[in-house]
T-cell receptor, first 112, second 113 residues
Framework: EAQVTQNPRYLITVTGKKLTVTCSQN?????MSWYRQDPGLGLRQIYY???????DKGDVPEGYKVSRKEKRNFPLILESPSPNQTSLYFC???????????FGPGTRLTVT | QKEVEQNSGPLSVPEGAIASLNCTYS??????FFWYRQYSGKSPELIMS????GDKEDGRFTAQLNKASQYVSLLIRDSQPSDSATYLC?????????????FGSGTQLTVLP
């Protein structure tokens, strides 16, 4: 089954404790992206990757890091989480020709 | 400036009616346009993509694009209660390194039985 998976689905953590949210896709897509979704602000792009070892900032990259060492994986790293990073996070992937994105199930992160 | 605007709604239509959702964008370099549906608590799901001016139909859904006026719309014919969801418009801007998607904040649609 073609899918994008994210782990964990739910996470409660404390300020400053480093965390990683994993994202994996099995469709051999070149393009992968991370979004956060907040009430009233919609989906905002954090980082995206056009291919292995190629990443770039989206609209709200501050406080986040990403890496793309393998085509299928695109982890999101919060080195020192803060309460304003409490949000619903989505990973997505697509073919680079179309950008028709498939979304993962989401990760609800709470930083206290 | 990459900005995508949608009426937040809520938009209510009776079952069987046509629901019309609109989206405007500010960047004339926009190349690709997408409509996603998002049920409460779920992830966005692609409904339609449109790349050139005019209409594109898929079942009960029709996307309309007018690049001169910088708007894209989604029509849902014979609306069903199962269409009740938030509809997100997304725009891809191509230019330099700005090959990224920008989403509108969504329009909440309720189809009344």
């Amino acid at each position: 089954e073609a899918q994008v998976t994210q782990n964990p689905r739910y996470l409660i953590t404390v300020t400053g404790k480093k965390l990683t949210v994993t994202c994996s896709q099995n469709m051999n897509h070149e393009y992968m992206s991370w979004y956060r979704q907040d009430p009233g602000l919609g989906l905002r792009q954090i980082y995206y990757s056009m291919n292995v070892e190629v990443t770039d900032k989206g609209d709200v990259p501050e406080g986040y890091k990403v890496s793309r060492k393998e085509k299928r994986n695109f982890p999101l790293i919060l080195e020192s989480p803060s309460p304003n990073q409490t949000s619903l996070y989505f990973c997505a992937s697509s073919w680079r020709q179309t950008y028709e994105q498939y979304f993962g199930p989401g990760t609800r992160l709470t930083v206290t | 400036q990459k900005e995508v605007e949608q009426n937040s709604g809520p938009l209510s239509v009776p079952e069987g009616a046509i629901a019309s959702l609109n989206c405007t964008y500010s960047d004339r370099g926009s190349q690709s346009f997408f409509w996603y549906r998002q049920y409460s608590g779920k992830s966005p799901e692609l409904i339609m993509s449109i790349y050139s001016n005019g209409d594109k139909e898929d079942g009960r859904f029709t996307a309309q694009l007018n690049k001169a006026s910088q708007y894209v719309s989604l029509l849902i014919r014979d609306s069903q209660p199962s269409d009740s969801a938030t509809y997100l418009c997304a725009v891809r801007v191509y230019g330099g390194s700005a090959r990224q998607l920008t989403f509108g904040s969504g329009t909440q649609l309720t189809v009344l039985p």
